[in-house]
């Protein structure tokens, strides 16, 4: 039966992520259960969807979830104390900051599950989009939120713009499964010959420095 992260002893000032619960169930079930199964949020706010992942997604043995965030003292408190109310602390790591500074921090194709929900203008969701792309296996799905958010605003102040960049430039190596106020997406595996050119590429560059080293010791 599944979770749904609002038991009495948490505290949210919001149920924002309620209504996606359905697809992300749908979407994401492969995952709940499976052992040793990664996730990175990007924005975790006071942790509810955190707990929610925790409880109904990243359920196998030595799963664990990784928040990114720059965790303000207006409710990193929050986090810290629904995280513990949860009994799920040992599977979650925390990591304060921006994410242009602590995502290249994380080594590449490290993750199954990936939610992007930081920063909301273009370039901070491109920055995110990328990273995310870098950071996750091949099979691993990556959800972008907010889509849809403020159309109003220009787009340089808004996540569209970047999120059809990321999907236009990452054609035919993506699978696109679910486009509405959330875009989710799934990474497809390189085919063999790609994976063969790239390391025939690393292998000339490394052979090109070498002979640069010997010829000038």
Known sequence: MESDGTRSTYTFSTNYGVPFRPQWSLFLGEFAGRPGVRMLEIGSFEGQSAIWFLENIVTGAGSSITCVDLFLPL?????????????MAARVTKLRGDSKEVLPSLAP??????YVDGGHCEEEVWWDALQAWRLAKPG?????????????????????RAIDRFLARRSGRLELM???????VRKLPSP?????????????RRTVALGRTRMNP
């Open 75 to 87: 409710y990193s408190d929050r986090f810290d104390q629904n995280i513990a109310a949860s009994g």
């Open 109 to 114: 194709l490290s993750f199954d599950v990936l």
């Open 178 to 184: 679910h486009k509405d106020y959330q875009v989710i």
């Open 140 to 160: 691993a799905i990556i959800i972008f939120d907010d889509y849809l958010w403020e159309s109003q605003l220009p787009p340089e102040k808004r996540p569209q």
């Open 192 to 204: 063999p010959f790609r994976r063969f050119r790239r390391l025939c590429s690393k292998l000339f």
